[in-house]
C-alpha cells in the first residue's frame, strides 16, 4: 500500500512555475509534519519546505523562499508544492514526506517516517 506519492513533476524554463502534489493515505497520527526534499545527481538530500499540518504553519529553506508555496488540502488528502521563478539549481528529483513529529523547528530528513517515491523536476 503505497502511502505518498507524488506528481505534477516535468520540464520548464528558467523562471517557469510547477505545480507538485503529493496524495498522502496516512491517518492523522502519521502525518503531524509534511515536508517537500529532493535530491540532484551527486548531491544529498536537501531539505526543502515542512508544514505543521495542525496549524497550517509552513518553513522553507533560504534558497527557495519567497518562490515556493506549501500547502495542504485536507478535504482531498493533498498536499502541495507550488514553485515559481524556476531556476536551474531547483533541477532535483522532488520527495514528499510525513512525519509523526509535530515540526515546529525545521525537521532533518532521518525525522521523516514516509517517504514518496519522488517526482522530477527539470529546469532548462
Known amino acids: 500500500h503505497v502511502q505518498l506519492v507524488e506528481s505534477g513533476g516535468g520540464s520548464v524554463q528558467p523562471g517557469g512555475s510547477l505545480k507538485l502534489s503529493c496524495a498522502v493515505s496516512?491517518?492523522?497520527?502519521?502525518?503531524?509534519?509534511m515536508g517537500w526534499f529532493r535530491q540532484a545527481p551527486g548531491k544529498e538530500r536537501e531539505w526543502v519546505a515542512q508544514?505543521?499540518?495542525?496549524?497550517?504553519?509552513?518553513h522553507y529553506a533560504d534558497s527557495v523562499k519567497g518562490r515556493f508555496t506549501f500547502y495542504q488540502d485536507n478535504a482531498n488528502a493533498m498536499v502541495y508544492l507550488e514553485m515559481n521563478s524556476l531556476k536551474s539549481e531547483d533541477t532535483a528529483m522532488y520527495y514528499c514526506?510525513?512525519?509523526?513529529?509535530?515540526?515546529?523547528?525545521?525537521?532533518?530528513?532521518?525525522?521523516?517516517?514516509?517517504w514518496g517515491p519522488g517526482t522530477q523536476v527539470t529546469v532548462s
Open positions: 514526506a510525513a512525519a509523526k513529529s509535530r515540526c515546529w523547528v525545521p525537521l532533518t530528513a532521518a525525522d521523516f517516517n514516509y
Open positions: 496516512l491517518n492523522r497520527d502519521s502525518r503531524n509534519c
Open positions: 508544514l505543521h499540518t495542525d496549524y497550517d504553519v509552513a
